[in-house]
């Protein structure tokens, strides 16, 4: 039997969501949901006003929307009609996140799997696994250099922003730093820069720019520069979507220096954080079947659920 899939949002993550799962042969594209009427696709289009009288027609919801201010303010709701998949990334507010949607999915008998994705998501279980290893060890994570979905979000938010991207990018010095095992003094403030491309009326550019510099969260603390440029430039040089980074893991064994170091290097930030989302989509539907209820994040989902393959396969495949 088919996984039935649906997608809320349809910005670049809701794209790439809909690409991967027709690629896939346990899924079923049912539809996408939008505030929209017409979309470039070939698949169905409903009104997401109308969703909640599809709830016996889909297994697994993909939350597509944004994390700034869509998920904290929607993701509840469909967690109580849904089995969802979120890429929250606020780091901060997701133990919050994780206790909203545990309250709602659960009191539902639904799933939601909260924060997939590679950072949170497969950087979140690297950390938790190497940091495992060593008594007393130190781990650094960087980010970059790619473009940042949440915080291109967050500034394309702010009024007067016609069009706007985040570039994180990491020191050499730092990750040089963390491998050698003297990343103590290492944040991950002072260890990257945010550089934000903006279009819009030179007379918003002083609000926007103090906006973008106090806004908690996403830029207070970090080094920022804010570029201001046309819609040509734009065009030109900000579209595409890369992004990946490091968790840096050390420490001694037995007097002696060791290092664990998870990279990503990923030419579409949108296509890949799509791929760990369908992967955990298929994890979400077996928990459900299995009777279980509630939120889980990454570090929660036994990996083997999140394979296409059986647990007898991956046993004599992988073991």
């Given at each position: 039997m088919s996984i039935r899939a649906a997608i809320v949002g349809y910005g670049n993550l809701g794209r790439s969501v809909e690409e991967n799962i027709k690629r896939q042969s346990d899924f079923e594209l049912v539809g996408i949901f939008s505030r929209r009427a017409e979309l470039d696709t070939d698949t169905p289009v409903f009104p997401v006003a109308d969703i909640d009288s599809y709830a016996d027609q889909v297994d697994v919801l993909f939350l597509c929307v944004g994390s700034a201010t869509d998920i904290p303010e929607q993701a509840t709701a469909f967690a109580?009609?849904?089995?969802?998949?979120?890429?929250?990334?606020?780091?901060?507010?997701?133990?919050?996140?994780?206790?909203?949607?545990?309250?709602a999915s659960f009191a539902a008998g639904n799933v939601a799997i909260v924060s997939t994705g590679?950072?949170?998501?497969?950087?979140s279980l690297n950390r938790t696994i190497a940091s495992s290893l060593f008594p007393e060890g130190q781990q650094n994570t960087f980010w970059g250099k790619g473009v940042s979905q949440g915080h291109s979000d967050a500034l394309r938010r702010i009024e007067g922003v016609t069009r706007a991207v985040q570039y994180t990018i990491?020191?050499?010095?730092?990750?040089?730093?963390?491998?050698?095992?003297?990343?103590?003094?290492?944040?991950?403030?002072?260890?990257?820069?945010?550089?934000?491309?903006?279009v819009a009326d030179p007379a918003d550019h002083d609000r926007i720019e103090n906006e973008i510099r106090t806004m908690p969260d996403y830029f207070v603390g970090y080094e920022v520069e804010v570029h201001f440029i046309s819609e040509e430039e734009f065009e030109a040089n900000h579209q595409g979507l890369p992004h990946g980074g490091h968790v840096i893991t050390s420490g001694d064994l037995g007097g002696t220096?060791?290092?664990?170091?998870?990279?990503?290097?990923?030419?579409?930030?949108p296509a890949f954080t799509a791929a760990v989302q369908v992967a955990y989509g298929r994890a979400a539907y077996r928990l459900h079947e299995a009777g279980q209820a509630g939120a889980f994040t990454v570090l929660e989902v036994p990996p083997y659920l999140l394979a296409p393959e059986s647990l007898e396969e991956l046993l004599a495949r992988d073991v």
């Open positions: 109580a009609n849904f089995t969802t998949v979120d890429t929250y990334d606020n780091h901060k507010h997701i133990p919050a996140h994780y206790a909203a949607m545990e309250e590679w950072d949170p998501g497969l950087f990491p020191r050499d010095e730092a990750i040089e730093s963390a491998r050698s095992g003297n990343g103590q003094d290492i944040t991950g403030h002072n260890a990257h820069l945010r550089q934000c491309w903006i220096h060791n290092a664990v170091e998870f990279t990503l290097n990923l030419e579409s930030n």
